[in-house]
């Protein structure tokens, strides 16, 4: 059973087709980096190493999204590294203001980390 198992995931990773939960995962953190450079620049983080610090997390990402839609290794490297950074940031904003809505967006990029870490994903880049 095993053998079989692993000749089946061999060939799925010689197509090197895109899984769909990662084109997802790209579009949405896409929107979120957009948003983010968007209350950035208008100032809602102030205007000292704040706005600096989101819009160098913001650029690192969107590098890494069109590396990862490329199914580039680097890609998948930032993105991970990003979405652990920011459920990290969005938990400790929960721990802090006890608002619903860190905890569940944290939730969230938590589960996506998760999921680009699975060998299927790891297997398909280059």
Known sequence: ???????VRRLEARAHGMLPGVAG???FLLFFTMVNVYGA???VYGSGF???GVLAI???LAVGIFGLLRL?????ALVIAG???VSGGDLYFFSKTHVPFFLIRG???MVFFLYLVRTEVRDRLR
């Open 25 to 27: 995962i790209c579009l």
């Open 58 to 60: 913001c650029t690192l």
């Open 50 to 52: 704040g706005k600096y």
């Open 41 to 43: 620049l208008t100032g």
């Open 107 to 109: 939730a969230f990029e």
């Open 1 to 7: 059973m095993d053998e079989r198992e692993d000749s």
């Open 72 to 76: 580039q290794r680097w890609g998948w």
């Open 83 to 85: 979405c652990l950074l």
